[in-house]
């Protein structure tokens, strides 16, 4: 039942900027990470930025400096803050998070559905 929504996606200009939430819902006992993957046409999926349970925070190089990955713990939510972005940017981006569901407390990995990000040049 638990379920993770995402929203902010768009079409956008190069050099603009979009911020990306994710909200997981349901019957959480707890969430220990979360990260934000992409997907562009033809190329396989990538992580772009995790936070992890132990407040650690990882970047793939070519957003580092323009990507800043947050957290807000009270709303089981995510958020992927883009800047000066550029056309490879472009790619359906991807929440992901590992979730407790109760009564368990066993880990499972969630996906998001998707929301697409475009960068006009």
């Known amino acids: 039942q638990v379920h993770l929504v995402e929203s902010g996606g768009g079409l956008v200009q190069t050099g603009g900027s979009l911020r990306l939430s994710c909200a997981a819902s349901g019957s959480i006992f707890s969430i220990n990470a979360m990260a934000w993957y992409r997907q562009a046409p033809g190329k396989q999926r990538e992580l772009v930025a995790a936070?992890?349970?132990?407040?650690?925070?990882s970047y793939v190089d070519s957003v580092k400096g323009r990507f800043t990955i947050s957290r807000d713990n009270a709303k089981n939510t995510v958020y992927l803050q883009m800047n000066s972005l550029k056309p490879e940017d472009t790619a359906v981006y991807y929440c992901?998070?590992?979730?407790?569901?109760?009564?368990?407390?066993?880990?499972?990995?969630?996906w998001g559905q998707g929301t697409q990000v475009t960068v006009s040049s």
């Open positions: 936070f992890t349970s132990g407040g650690r925070i």
């Open positions: 992901n998070a590992n979730i407790a569901e109760r009564p368990y407390r066993a880990f499972n990995s969630y």
